[in-house]
């Protein structure tokens, strides 16, 4: 069974300063690995994908991720935060073969970016 | 532009009421996803439909059903079966349940239940 799991219901940052959002994973073999957004209500936007190679993967807005296959993790980053990042972040993960191909969310982290 | 459009945007339903979602995508996709949003649970599969005329449960299909008569619809009842229905109601699609591009979602369906 695959697995994610995203240890921070909440994260703060200052504006302009370094923003981390944790995602773990756990499934079998290699996996895929995605990053979607959500505005309040309103429906997901795909941010960024880890396919193959580079483990460093950017995306969207600014936002890079990196892959860690030794740690399992595929953490979301950005340099600098900005007001307009305060979102919910969803990681996903799904099997790269065998299994089931439909992707499992983690439960959101919600990123405050405060002025 | 091509998209995923879910309507209602709310839908109040009262109890022992069947309701009607729905999703409807102009993105040539194949799959198609319901989920359900519920505070601090992330996201839940409800059902999926790989390709018209066939559809797989879910993780909590019971309560929900779905037809896909069409590529470009995917209904979602919210039949009086579902003992709690209030939640975010979000339709996807994706090239192929194989594809390892992203998801496109729709904007939402706000369920109450009154």
């Known amino acids: 069974a695959q697995s994610v799991a995203q240890p921070e219901d909440q994260v703060n940052v200052a504006e302009g300063n370094p923003l981390t959002v944790k995602c773990t994973y756990s499934?079998?073999?290699?996996?895929?690995l995605f990053w979607y957004v959500q505005y309040p209500n309103r429906g997901l936007q795909f941010l960024l994908k880890?396919?193959?190679?580079?483990?460093l993967v950017k995306g969207s807005y600014g936002f890079e991720a990196e892959f860690n296959k030794s740690q399992t993790s595929f953490h979301l980053k950005k340099p600098s935060a900005l007001v307009s990042d305060s979102a919910l972040y969803f990681c996903?993960?799904?099997?790269?073969?065998?299994?089931?191909?439909?992707?499992?969310f983690g439960r959101g982290t919600s990123l405050i970016v405060h002025p | 532009d091509g998209g995923i459009t879910q309507s209602p945007k709310y839908l109040f339903r009262k109890e022992g009421q069947n309701v009607t979602l729905s999703c409807e995508q102009n993105?040539?996709?194949?799959?198609m996803y319901w989920y359900r949003q519920d505070p601090g649970q992330g996201l839940r599969l409800i059902y999926y439909?790989?390709?018209?005329?066939?559809?797989q449960k879910g993780d909590i299909a019971e309560g929900y059903s779905v037809s896909r008569e069409k590529k470009e619809s995917f209904p979602l009842t919210v039949t009086s079966a579902q003992k709690n229905p209030t939640a975010f109601y979000l339709c996807?699609?994706?090239?192929?349940?194989?594809?390892?591009?992203?998801?496109?979602f729709g904007s939402g369906t706000r369920l109450t239940v009154v």
């Open positions: 996807a699609s994706s090239i192929g349940t194989a594809s390892t591009h992203g998801y496109t």
């Open positions: 499934v079998s073999g290699n996996p895929y």
């Open positions: 880890y396919i193959t190679g580079d483990n």
């Open positions: 996903a993960v799904r099997p790269r073969q065998g299994g089931s191909y439909i992707p499992t």
């Open positions: 993105l040539n996709h194949d799959a």
């Open positions: 439909s790989q390709i018209v005329n066939d559809f």
